[in-house]
């Protein structure tokens, strides 16, 4: 089962927007990891914010959290075309053994 | 970040034949490795937890019998899809877990089955 709903499942840009993907999730967690995934790849750890932050930022990409409302945002600024992949949020379940994934964000950046 | 290495990265076999998919943890040990399935355009699907020396946690609805895992070292876990058929055609993703929260993952594997 996905720990997270994702929103957009789809996301079109221009180069240099910013994109903005969104993550809700049902249980309890100690912390929030984003992912990307390029087409057909494994994917790659972006960042982890834990329960007690409400932001963090790595580079162009800033993260939100809001436990209250078990939600999620991740942001990615001044876009690129290099931007182009799958984007999931992930948390530990299962009593903190199984990283479970959300339905994704599919992100298309156009030059 | 760590690197995992997943092995083959694309095969085809025949309907029927089974089929081996190794990840390997190349700089560090990892005693607990993770297999996920992806359908085209959907998230991941944990199959299982692989733990080395012991026998694999499989996830609800997945059979051990159909998807064979073994965790022979720290620094290996194989997937083995015996008796494969058309629908087990698809992506299988592995990872493993370096300290309390990272997992990295391999490359995936993509399987057609004919």
């Known amino acids: 089962s996905q720990q997270g709903e994702e929103d957009p499942q789809a996301l079109s840009i221009q180069e240099g927007e910013n994109a903005t993907m969104n993550c809700s999730y049902k249980t309890s967690i100690n912390n929030l990891q984003w992912y990307r995934q390029n087409s057909g790849r494994g994917l790659v750890h972006l960042i982890l914010i834990r329960s007690n932050e409400r932001e963090k930022h790595s580079g162009r990409l800033r993260v939100t959290l809001d436990t209250s409302k078990k939600s999620s945002s991740l942001l990615i600024t001044a876009s690129r075309a290099a931007d182009t992949a799958s984007y999931f949020c992930?948390?530990?379940?299962?009593?903190?053994?199984?990283?479970?994934f959300g339905t994704g964000t599919q992100l298309k950046v156009e030059l | 970040g760590a690197v995992v290495s997943q092995h083959p990265s694309w095969v085809i076999c025949k309907s029927g034949t089974s089929v081996k998919i190794e990840c390997r943890s190349l700089?560090?040990?990892?005693?607990?490795m993770f297999w996920y399935r992806q359908f085209p355009k959907q998230s991941l699907m944990l199959m299982a937890t692989s733990n080395e020396g012991s026998k694999a946690t499989y996830e609800q609805g997945v059979e051990k019998d159909k998807f064979l895992i073994n965790h022979a070292s720290l620094t290996l876990s194989t997937l083995t899809v015996t008796s494969a058929h058309p629908e087990d055609s698809s992506f299988y993703i592995c990872?493993?877990?370096?300290?309390?929260?990272?997992?990295?993952f391999g490359a995936g594997t993509r399987l057609s089955v004919l």
């Open positions: 992930a948390s530990y379940t299962g009593g903190g053994n199984k990283l479970t």
């Open positions: 700089d560090f040990q990892a005693t607990t």
């Open positions: 990872s493993a877990r370096q300290g309390a929260n990272i997992q990295y």
